[in-house]
């Protein structure tokens, strides 16, 4: 895993079945250190991002250990966009060309 860059947002797989998002903020050959990260929830009204840890600082780091991810990839542009504006509250517009 240690091809993941630095400061780009990915999502994880780990053992327990549990989605994570979140931005790389360092690694090492057993842990990856995320910051910002929630997990994937699907409820009635769609996919929703929650917090990983509930009783864990919302804006701390949170370190997984390498073991405990089964899957790992690039996380698709829209739910970067859901990831941002979860973590941030900026939300991004769609893209549209505009006409006229």
């Known amino acids: ?3 993941l860059k630095t400061g780009e947002i990915y999502s994880f797989k780990v053992t327990s079945g549990e989605e994570v998002v979140g931005k790389i903020e360092a690694q090492g050959a057993d842990e990856i250190v995320l910051d910002h990260a929630v997990s994937v929830a699907m409820t009635p009204q769609g996919v929703q991002m929650i917090p990983s840890m509930f009783t864990a600082n919302p804006k701390g780091k949170i370190t997984i250990n390498t073991k405990n991810v089964t899957m790992v990839s690039e996380t698709s542009e829209d739910v970067i966009a ?3 504006q ?3 509250g900026i ?3 769609s893209k549209k060309i505009i006409t006229g």
């Open 1 to 3: 895993m240690n091809d």
């Open 82 to 84: 859901a990831y941002t």
């Open 86 to 88: 979860a973590v941030t």
């Open 91 to 93: 939300s991004t517009p």
